[in-house]
């Protein structure tokens, strides 16, 4: 196995930070309606390893754009989560199972975000309070989950097929 990134590996790589910065921006107006878990779900399955370097280019962008907050810490360890999931059951080709796991990650998205809320809220005086803070911003966002959610199982429910039938068309064309 080739070591590195060949040029069709950063033409994707390029290609899919352009495809998720460009979806995400075109759901804005929809609160936690996305399609960034779905793309990196898509390229984690095409690309293996090596898309794992879409989320901090990713982020990179979001941050010069909205400004660094927290949230920059929680997208460079939440969505390789996601990542590392698909590529241990990359051989599942299950609607379902992606559409079930995808869902998931949605709901458990501001769960999972939770730690970097905590070590924000931290004071020097009161670890309980940070505790408490990040329990109340994960409990006071599950609606949002509820609806990332949502729109995760059913954005994957209706994309997956079509766009895998895509991305293998791709991956046989390219070699």
Not at 21 to 39: D, G, Q, R, V, Y
Not at 48 to 61: D, Q
Not at 121 to 148: C, E, N, Q, R
Not at 152 to 159: A, R, Y
């Amino acid at each position: 196995m080739k070591k590195g990134f060949s040029i069709k590996d950063i033409a994707y790589i390029g290609m899919a930070v352009a495809l998720i910065e460009s979806c995400k921006m075109a759901l804005a107006f929809l609160p936690n309606i996305e399609l960034t878990s779905f793309w990196l779900v898509m390229f984690t399955l095409l690309m293996g390893w090596k898309a794992l370097i879409i989320v901090p280019i990713f982020v990179a962008i979001e941050a010069s754009l909205y400004g660094p907050h927290v949230w920059v810490i929680m997208y460079l360890y939440v969505w390789p989560i996601l990542m590392l999931l698909t590529m241990k059951f990359r051989k599942n080709d299950m609607v379902l199972f992606w559409a079930l796991l995808s869902g998931f990650f949605g709901l458990f998205f501001g769960a999972l975000c939770t730690p970097a809320q905590v070590i924000f809220f931290i004071h020097p005086t009161s670890l309980d309070m940070a505790l408490k803070s990040g329990f109340a911003w994960w409990v006071a966002g599950i609606p949002y989950d509820i609806a990332h959610a949502a729109g995760n199982f059913t954005l994957m429910l209706v994309l997956y097929r079509p766009i895998r039938i895509a991305v293998n068309k791709l991956n046989t064309f390219s070699h």
